[in-house]
């Protein structure tokens, strides 16, 4: 069984276009993540929700909106790709501690290879 | 700010051979957890190890040994006789809490790409 899947594995498009990366985690986990890594495998956090909830949003612009229907999915749409946005995508997810933190090993997703033409 | 030196950006070994892959971080924290992950060919990332900043103990895993000193912020991972499989790209990470939110959030280090020769 997958623990954390993601789709499509690739994605080809043309710039301007709009596409949604699904996410599915069955581990039982409540804290899921997007990262982007770049072609020199830079990776770097996007979002991260814990329990539906919007916790971390770094400085992505907001061309690309995350959506979480439930604690299992988190998805992650962009509008108007750029050329920049070619990269592969993660997603990951954690158990949160018992102490409130997110600091336990995070489970990743196969990626998305996103090429925008 | 924080932030997770990998300094050895590719690394390239006899399989056989021991090989030492360095991380370097910078935190403000007392308290912060390191990582380390895998990221073989095939482009999924592998846990490896998480250590909390108040456990220094060394640890070993089979092959794969772990060295952390506070006193140096490193984080050092060490593979002895490599194998040609130990080919990849190796990500050290910080965790810590974040300014704005009570969560934490993780930074990689931007990766050692381990290349072992048969």
């Known amino acids: 069984d997958t623990a954390v899947s993601q789709t499509p594995k690739y994605l080809v498009t043309q710039m301007g276009n709009d596409k949604s990366i699904k996410c599915e985690q069955n581990l039982g986990h409540d804290t899921m993540y997007w990262y982007k890594q770049d072609s020199k495998k830079f990776l770097k956090i996007m979002f991260s929700?814990?329990?539906?909830?919007?916790?971390i949003n770094e400085t992505v612009p907001n061309r690309f909106s995350p959506k979480s229907p439930d604690k299992a999915h988190l998805n992650l749409h962009i509008n108007s790709l750029e050329l920049g946005d070619s990269a592969v995508y993660f997603c990951?997810?954690?158990?949160?501690?018992?102490?409130?933190?997110?600091?336990?090993?995070?489970?990743f997703g196969p990626g998305t290879r996103l090429t925008v033409l | 700010a924080q932030k997770v030196t990998q300094a050895q950006t590719e690394i390239s070994v006899v399989e056989k051979e021991d090989v030492t892959l360095d991380c370097v971080y910078e935190t403000r924290d007392t308290t912060y957890y390191l990582f380390w992950y895998k990221q073989p060919p095939s482009g999924e990332l592998v846990f490896l190890i998480r250590r909390n900043s108040f456990d220094e103990q060394n640890e070993i895993s089979g092959r794969y040994s772990w060295n952390f000193q506070k006193s140096t912020s490193s984080f050092n991972f060490t593979i002895t006789a490599s194998q040609v499989v130990d080919s990849a790209v190796y990500f050290c990470a910080l965790s810590e809490a974040s300014l704005v939110t009570s969560y934490d959030k993780v930074i990689f280090g931007p990766g050692t790409s381990l290349s072992v020769i048969p």
């Open positions: 990951a997810s954690s158990q949160e501690s018992a102490s409130g933190g997110l600091h336990n090993e995070q489970f």
């Open positions: 929700y814990n329990n539906k909830e919007l916790i």
